[in-house]
């Protein structure tokens, strides 16, 4: 897609998370939204929007590349399956920025969009959106790493119980795409710490 169309649909997709607080809770289970990657770089055209979710779970329920309980109906309501964004979930309580997210910017949190960000990448004035660096990023991958291999090892005790399986399956989603998540997010992780 073009680099206007882009940062059209970052403006949607914040308008979209900003609905998501119409639910009535306690705690909103979506907290913050982040955009990093090419459309911070100018690329034009664009594949995709990489962006990242911001959860109220704790960190053992967000292991990288996994589909956290919850999640099912913010991907159907942020209509992230409809191609054109490629998205990832984070724990609150973690940094949004790993080795694979890289100078996150927030588009969007509990306050409403963040009017000034989506303005300056209309009107592609990057310097004014540049994110930060992750800090310590090889203790930080390690413990990704470790929470990545936990996830794993309970997809894979689980798999077959049938109990699990049930409540693994729904709105489009099997059991399967959980085991091949937990494998995917280990081994990419795997492969940061070998370089």
């Known amino acids: 897609m073009r680099y206007g169309r882009a940062v059209d649909r970052l403006r949607m997709l914040a308008e979209a998370c900003e609905q998501t607080r119409r639910v009535p809770v306690d705690e909103p289970f979506l907290r913050e939204a982040y955009v990093f990657g090419k459309l911070l770089d100018g690329a034009d055209p664009i594949e995709e929007i990489e962006v990242v979710f911001v959860l109220n ?42 080795p694979f997210i890289r100078g996150p910017i927030r588009f969007w949190s509990l306050d409403g969009p963040e009017k000034a960000v989506l303005d300056a990448l209309e009107a592609r004035r990057f310097d004014l959106v540049r994110g930060a660096e992750p800090e310590d990023e090889p203790a930080r991958a390690a413990g990704e790493l470790r929470t990545a291999l936990e996830h794993l090892r309970a997809v894979h005790d689980s798999y077959w119980d049938r109990r699990w399986r049930r409540e693994h399956r729904g709105v489009g989603r099997y059991p399967e795409h959980h085991l091949w998540e937990a494998v995917q997010g280990y081994l990419e992780l795997l492969d940061v710490q070998d370089d």
């Open 57 to 98: 779970l704790p960190p053992e329920e967000v292991a990288w590349g996994s589909h956290p309980p919850g999640t099912a109906w913010l991907v159907d309501f942020l209509r992230l399956d409809q191609g054109g964004v490629a998205y990832w979930w984070r724990s609150r309580r973690d940094p949004v920025a790993n």
